[in-house]
């Protein structure tokens, strides 16, 4: 039952706890409403502790959002490397030109003009205006969410939709009048180190006293939600092409497409085969990768060795990769728009999947030490 001395208590308890407990995090340091856009998509599928450097990295590199909406895209998805999900990169750089262009650079503090912004969703918008605006807006995400949902002892599935507004039209009412900046981080943190998905530290939560589940001894069982879908396995034969003569030292690499999955980000090439039994047949994969190289006008002579394997996992995908060792033929340059040689000294200046960084990484160590 969501009374209103348990609201109160809650309020009052949590806040009183985050500023005595709260994390000194390089986005917290200011208001500015473009750190903290910045740190909320880099947030999203990603620890804190892994985003801090690239966090500073980023404002570095990119110290205003004119600086970033004249970058080139190459250079963002560099600084972006590593974090994966590169279409939040994508998203807050054509969402900083539109800023640039439609608000002189400044981050606008209406909800419908916030709102608007390409990649911007309601935890997004509820974040930049409470934070940084100190506006009475929620800021809902799972962590939000599960801390709901233990302290009112809500049993709704967060994975809907309609539950998930609840929670927002929930979390508005306890954001004290004027506190809203400190209220929504004080939610994120508590949901972050005390109240966590699987083994919750009710003995260090302000907020114990009064929480439905604990007194219930449900903890636990909170939230409720349904599974998600398995990420689907999906099997590749990748080719290391090593250059010869002019191209000696050199691997070739090519560029994905403008659009879709790692759009525009470098790589092996590389097939996909039909199941895990084709994947156990290299003399097959070196066929499939001699063809669809061919097809793009690249010869390449493959052998059926597997030199390395690899998983990249996506949300809904688990690349599993195997390496194939190959060399191309003498006369092939690498003019085509796809495909370049890069050696050791050029990898830094391409953005990388992480499993194609790992994988190049090793071959170009080996190659020097060898």
Same mark, same amino acid.
């Given at each position: 039952?969501?009374?209103?001395?348990?609201?109160?208590?809650?309020?009052?308890?949590?806040?009183?706890?985050?500023?005595?407990?709260?994390?000194?995090?390089?986005?917290?340091?200011?208001?500015?409403?473009? %750190?903290?856009?910045?740190?909320?998509?880099?947030?999203?599928?990603?620890?804190?502790?892994?985003?801090?450097?690239?966090?500073?990295?980023?404002?570095?590199?990119?110290?205003?959002? !004119?600086?970033?909406? !004249?970058?080139?895209?190459?250079?963002?998805?560099? %600084?972006?490397?590593?974090?994966?999900?590169?279409?939040?990169?994508?998203?807050?750089?054509?969402?900083? &030109?539109?800023?640039?262009?439609?608000?002189?650079?400044?981050?606008?503090?209406?909800?419908?003009?916030?709102?608007?912004?390409?990649?911007?969703?309601?935890?997004?918008?509820?974040?930049?205006?409470?934070?940084?605006?100190?506006?009475?807006?929620?800021?809902?995400?799972?962590?939000?969410?599960?801390?709901?949902? @233990?302290?009112?002892?809500?049993?709704?599935?967060?994975?809907?939709?309609?539950?998930?507004?609840?929670?927002?039209?929930?979390?508005?009412?306890?954001?004290?009048?004027?506190?809203?900046?400190?209220?929504?981080?004080?939610?994120?943190?508590?949901?972050?180190? =005390?109240?966590?998905?699987?083994?919750?530290?009710?003995?260090?939560?302000?907020?114990?006293?009064?929480?439905?589940?604990?007194?219930?001894?449900?903890?636990?069982?909170?939230?409720?939600?349904?599974?998600?879908?398995?990420?689907?396995?999906?099997?590749?034969?990748?080719?290391?092409?090593?250059?010869?003569?002019?191209?000696?030292?050199?691997?070739?690499?090519?560029?994905?497409?403008?659009?879709?999955?790692?759009?525009?980000?470098?790589?092996?090439?590389?097939?996909?085969?039909?199941?895990?039994?084709?994947?156990?047949?290299?003399?097959?994969?070196?066929? &499939?990768?001699?063809?669809?190289?061919?097809?793009?006008?690249?010869?390449?002579?493959?052998?059926?060795?597997?030199?390395?394997?690899?998983? %990249?996992?996506?949300? %809904?995908?688990?690349?599993? =990769?195997?390496?194939?060792?190959?060399?191309?033929?003498?006369?092939?340059?690498?003019? @085509?728009?796809?495909?370049?040689?890069?050696?050791?000294?050029?990898?830094?200046?391409?953005?990388?999947?992480?499993?194609?960084?790992?994988?190049?990484?090793?071959?170009?160590? &080996?190659?020097?030490?060898?």
């Amino acid at each position: 039952m969501e009374s209103s001395d348990s609201k109160r208590f809650f309020s009052m308890e949590l806040l009183g706890w985050y500023r005595k407990a709260r994390r000194d995090l390089p986005w917290r340091r200011s208001r500015d409403p473009y %750190h903290i856009w910045v740190s909320e998509i880099m947030l999203q599928q990603t620890r804190v502790d892994t985003v801090i450097p690239y966090f500073n990295r980023f404002v570095d590199r990119f110290p205003s959002i !004119e600086r970033l909406a !004249e970058a080139p895209e190459e250079d963002v998805l560099k %600084h972006w490397e590593g974090l994966g999900y590169y279409s939040r990169a994508r998203n807050l750089q054509a969402a900083a &030109r539109e800023v640039a262009e439609q608000y002189g650079g400044v981050v606008p503090s209406g909800k419908k003009e916030v709102s608007g912004l390409k990649g911007v969703g309601p935890y997004t918008a509820g974040a930049i205006l409470s934070i940084a605006y100190n506006q009475p807006e929620p800021a809902v995400d799972g962590n939000v969410m599960r801390v709901l949902s @233990r302290y009112f002892c809500l049993e709704d599935d967060i994975a809907r939709p309609s539950t998930r507004i609840g929670m927002e039209g929930l979390a508005q009412e306890l954001i004290p009048e004027g506190e809203a900046a400190d209220f929504n981080q004080a939610l994120m943190e508590l949901g972050a180190l =005390i109240c966590t998905p699987k083994s919750p530290s009710c003995t260090e939560c302000p907020v114990t006293d009064m929480c439905l589940a604990r007194l219930q001894g449900r903890e636990r069982e909170l939230p409720v939600k349904t599974k998600a879908k398995k990420a689907k396995p999906v099997y590749r034969f990748a080719a290391l092409v090593e250059g010869t003569g002019p191209h000696a030292g050199k691997v070739l690499v090519r560029q994905r497409s403008e659009t879709g999955l790692l759009a525009r980000m470098w790589e092996l090439p590389h097939i996909e085969v039909s199941d895990a039994d084709a994947w156990e047949d290299s003399s097959m994969g070196k066929q &499939r990768l001699e063809t669809a190289l061919a097809d793009d006008g690249v010869r390449i002579q493959a052998k059926e060795q597997i030199i390395g394997e690899a998983q %990249h996992i996506f949300t %809904h995908l688990i690349w599993n =990769i195997r390496v194939l060792p190959a060399v191309a033929a003498e006369e092939y340059v690498a003019d @085509r728009t796809a495909y370049e040689w890069v050696g050791p000294e050029q990898f830094e200046n391409y953005a990388w999947p992480n499993v194609f960084r790992k994988l190049l990484t090793e071959y170009f160590i &080996r190659a020097m030490n060898s």
